[in-house]
């Protein structure tokens, strides 16, 4: 059974930050592009960034360029989103899921999905 769970979300105040984890089980990440989503109270899910396979390849939405980190550590079936300069617009559920893909563009289809972790940007 294939698995994606996240973790590391929580409350932070604007400019902290969090970095969030996508674990993978039941499938082996060295096959997969890996995307992160959000989607915000009251909005469509917003697609943030994507890796390729072999890490040297990310993309990002422009609303989150230069604040957020996208990276992933294969020998641990793990991708990571470093986000920083967090602001409260940036509040959603935030989302990995997988790609059989070597390559990843913003808006390509998903195989997996996971749950999601909560994060909140507030004072």
């Known amino acids: 059974q294939v698995q994606l769970v996240e973790s590391g979300g929580g409350l932070v105040q604007p400019g902290g930050s969090l970095r969030l984890s996508c674990a993978a089980s039941?499938?082996?990440?060295?096959?997969?592009?890996i995307g992160w989503f959000r989607r915000a109270p009251g909005k469509e899910r917003e697609e943030v960034s994507c890796?390729?396979?072999?890490?040297?390849?990310?993309n990002y939405v422009d609303s989150v360029k230069g604040r957020f980190t996208i990276s992933r550590d294969n020998a641990k079936n793990t991708v990571y989103l470093q986000m920083d300069s967090l602001k409260p617009e940036d509040t959603a559920v935030y989302s990995c899921?997988?790609?059989?893909?070597?390559?990843?563009?913003?808006?390509?289809?998903?195989?997996?999905w996971g749950q999601g972790t909560q994060v909140t940007v507030s004072s």
């Open positions: 899921a997988a790609d059989l893909s070597f390559r990843c563009a913003l808006g390509q289809e998903y195989d997996y």
């Open positions: 039941g499938i082996i990440l060295d096959y997969y592009a």
């Open positions: 890796i390729s396979v072999s890490g040297d390849s990310a």
